[in-house]
């Protein structure tokens, strides 16, 4: 068995001004005619407008996402179009919508393009799907054996989404510094494609830090900047590219790990998936006693308003018997969080949450 698998990249990627123009002409160049558009409610609203109307050369069929990437919607998809014999599937809309798409291609060996609407994680970019139950409580990941066919990202589109969704993309992005490099440093050689993820990983970091504040500021006055490119490049592309060469030693470690355990507690169900995984990187910091790194990082997550204590989250520090049933299902055997090296237990974790509480109030009496 490999070691690792490489798929940097899907077959065509841009990033441009007019770039659904092409859209037609794309599909017809690799002999795709018939194709179902998947796309959310919200998302498309805003993303029609930029399809070509009355294509003569394309037939398009249009079908409504309704909610969670499940077993159940996957399933519900397939059957609806297994009569229509479809070439390709488009995703158009969020992380959740690509990631049905992609599995509802996968189970059918159909092409999928993909049109993300806005920049909250990198799914566009990734050849696997995050599963969750009907509840919205994670259940796997599913890798699939080939990348996407075409990933085309219309900026216009993801300047009209709600800007905390950007917010919530910078730090699911930023994640990806501090997973992969707890992993890949304690590597005795880093071969030149983890050394690419590893160093791809830095890039996020570095780009985001710079950028993150301004793309913000230019995404709430509805100006299509720099730094709003960039930061939605960084997201999709950068982003997807860390798990796509570094594979098991770029995708995720501590910091989804504790995504995963918050999806179990009800009243963490109010943030978003990079909200999650922010507070996610603190917890893993904190478990490493990466203190320093923490105190660098509060100023940007203050600006971003990301989580950083229990009660941003919605859990009550002194509610222990929520606490134990988080840290439960963050150290769960199949979790990444187990990456970071393979004692670790989820009294770590919950002592890394209570330390965590503890350094931040310091902080607050200090200020």
Excluded at 43 to 49: D, F, L, M, Q
Excluded at 236 to 251: T, W
Excluded at 352 to 362: D, P, S, V, W, Y
Aim: with cysteine.
């Amino acid at each position: 068995m490999l070691d690792l698998e490489v798929r940097g990249a899907p077959s065509v990627y841009a990033c441009e001004v007019g770039v659904l123009d092409q859209l037609d002409n794309l599909l017809l160049q690799r002999g795709i005619f018939k194709v179902l558009v998947l796309h959310g409610e919200k998302s498309w609203e805003v993303a029609r407008t930029f399809f070509q109307k009355d294509s003569n050369s394309i037939h398009y069929l249009f079908e409504k996402y309704k909610g969670e990437c499940s077993l159940q919607e996957i399933s519900r998809i397939c059957q609806e179009i297994s009569s229509e014999k479809v070439d390709a599937i488009i995703g158009v809309g969020g992380g959740k919508v690509l990631d049905v798409a992609k599995a509802v291609a996968n189970e059918l060996d159909l092409e999928v393009i993909l049109i993300p609407t806005l920049a909250s994680t990198c799914a566009a970019w990734t050849p696997l799907s995050v599963l969750y139950d009907e509840n919205g409580e994670f259940t796997h990941y599913t890798m699939f054996p080939r990348n996407t066919l075409m990933v085309l990202v219309e900026p216009r589109i993801i300047l009209q989404s709600p800007p905390r969704l950007l917010k919530a993309g910078i730090a699911d992005t930023l994640a990806k510094w501090y997973e992969a490099k707890a992993i890949i440093r304690n590597l005795p050689e880093k071969s030149l494609v983890i050394e690419i993820a590893y160093q791809t990983a830095k890039i996020c970091k570095d780009e985001l830090l710079q950028h993150g504040e301004q793309a913000i500021v230019d995404m709430e006055k509805g100006q299509l900047s720099y730094s709003f490119t960039k930061v939605i490049e960084t997201n999709i592309v950068a982003g997807g590219m860390v798990g796509g060469f570094g594979d098991k030693y770029g995708r995720i470690s501590g910091a989804h790990s504790v995504h995963n355990g918050l999806t179990t507690v009800p009243d963490t169900h109010h943030l978003l998936h990079g909200e999650k995984v922010g507070y996610g990187i603190l917890v893993q910091l904190a478990m490493l006693e990466e203190w320093d790194e923490i105190d660098r990082l509060l100023p940007f997550y203050k600006t971003m308003d990301f989580p950083i204590s229990l009660s941003d989250v919605g859990i009550k520090k002194n509610d222990c018997k929520t606490l134990s049933q988080v840290c439960k299902a963050v150290t769960l055997p199949h979790e990444s969080i187990h990456l970071l090296k393979r004692d670790i237990s989820k009294e770590m974790v919950y002592g890394a949450m209570l330390g965590l509480e503890k350094h931040i109030k310091t902080l607050s009496g200090n200020s």
